[in-house]
């Protein structure tokens, strides 16, 4: 019951008015989850087990702390095992950044933090990822997370991000798949309706279901790609430690 209740909500209530409002509510169910099962790596908060999420419910889901979910606390993992962009002096450009991070990140003194989004409340700077408002070869770092699925043009966006990083800058630019993942992404500008949209590609606002060649997209424009295995950095107990989808890869892009 609670799951079609949550599935529901998340389809009729604004993302951006959750964004506003969640926090305090899952600050109290917090209570009703405590427990040692789990551990949010980006909060530190241990549960019995995650609070289970999104439009198509997922167990194990959602740090009722911080609100972070499997996505973001593998993306922060990768960060602080695998690069030096959280220790360095960096300057970091977070399109359509989440809670969970923007407190971890504003906290750390080593980098220069900039959110930016076209609509997120969250956000510092509002900002077209069409025509990103910096000058060229800006940012060491650039993360974009399930960002690309919701803008007219995908590849317009990639040459944005690719023109604001230094050479030898790097980002992280994740999507979400739908399983079973297609050959080639799906894309279809005539469909414009939300119930189609819904069917086609996974959820009423996506404009493309991405396929097994986002790869491919990502580099067009001459980046360099590189794919990471969940696997590769986090052994099993860790990945049901985190909460984590084992089947996740990590797109990094290099200019």
């Known amino acids: 019951m609670i ?3 949550i599935g529901f909500l998340l389809r009729k209530i604004p993302r951006t008015f959750l964004q506003r409002t969640s926090r305090p509510i899952f600050k109290l169910i ?7 099962n789990v551990t949010c790596p980006i909060c530190e908060s241990n549960f019995r087990k995650f609070f289970p999420y999104g439009r198509k ?3 194990n889901a959602l740090c009722t702390n911080c609100l972070s ?6 993306i922060y993992i990768y960060l602080s095992r ?3 962009i959280l220790s360095g002096n960096n300057k970091i450009l977070h399109i359509a950044p989440e809670a969970c991070l923007i407190k971890k990140f504003k906290e750390n003194s080593n980098i220069n933090y900039i959110t930016a989004d076209l609509i997120s409340p969250l956000a510092d700077i509002k900002m077209d990822i069409h025509n990103i408002p910096f000058e060229d070869e800006n940012f060491d ?3 974009c997370n399930h960002v690309l699925e919701h803008v007219d043009d995908d590849i317009r966006a990639l040459e944005e991000i690719k023109r604001v990083l230094k050479k030898g800058g790097e980002g992280i630019i994740q999507v979400p798949f739908y399983y079973p993942v297609p050959e080639k992404t799906i894309e279809d ?4 309706k939300g119930s189609k949209r819904e069917k086609l590609y996974g959820q009423s606002d996506h404009l493309r279901k991405y396929g097994k060649d986002y790869d491919k997209r990502l580099s067009s424009n001459g980046l360099k790609v590189l794919k990471i295995k969940t696997q590769e950095f986090l052994t099993n107990d860790e990945i049901l430690r985190y909460g984590l989808d084992s089947k996740e890869e990590i797109f990094v892009i290099r200019r």
């Open 3 to 5: 799951k079609l209740f």
């Open 30 to 36: 917090s209570i009703f989850y405590l427990g040692n």
């Open 57 to 59: 419910v997922r167990d």
């Open 69 to 74: 979910l499997e996505r973001h606390r593998l």
């Open 82 to 84: 695998k690069t030096s």
């Open 141 to 143: 770092f650039v993360m």
């Open 189 to 192: 500008k005539s469909v414009t």
